[in-house]
């Protein structure tokens, strides 16, 4: 069982940058692979960027360019920066975790943390 806690959203003005953290219950280097999503009005989730524990990491085109992801293997966080935010970037931000076990891939969500872009 893995636990995750994101912190770090809020209201920010165009242009400004949030540093999103996800925080896990368990050492994230047994993880294989975590990542950032988001979920606007129309409740339907999409990545936004995911790091491997190789530390490959994936970006939607929407991201590439603005938002980084990091991981902390010392403090068991998987970090998002985002900067030069817009206003289509307002969403609620949740944090996944790929785990691998012998009976195959299980997928553990956080809460979400609101990320909301305006003047």
């Known amino acids: 069982q893995v636990q995750l806690v994101e912190s770090g959203g809020g209201l920010v003005q165009p242009g400004g940058s949030l540093r999103l953290s996800c925080a896990s219950s368990?050492?994230?280097?047994?993880?294989?692979?975590l990542g950032w999503y988001r979920q606007g009005p129309g409740n339907v989730r999409r990545p936004v960027a995911t790091i491997r524990n190789t530390g490959g990491t994936d970006y939607a085109k929407s991201a590439e360019g603005r938002f980084t992801i990091t991981r902390d293997n010392a403090k068991n966080t998987v970090n998002l920066q985002m900067n030069s935010l817009k206003p289509g970037d307002t969403a609620n931000y949740l944090c996944?975790?790929?785990?691998?076990?012998?009976?195959?891939?299980?997928?553990?969500w956080g809460q979400g943390t609101q990320v909301t872009v305006s003047s």
């Open positions: 368990v050492d994230i280097k047994s993880i294989y692979q």
């Open positions: 996944e975790a790929k785990v691998k076990y012998t009976s195959g891939i299980k997928n553990y």
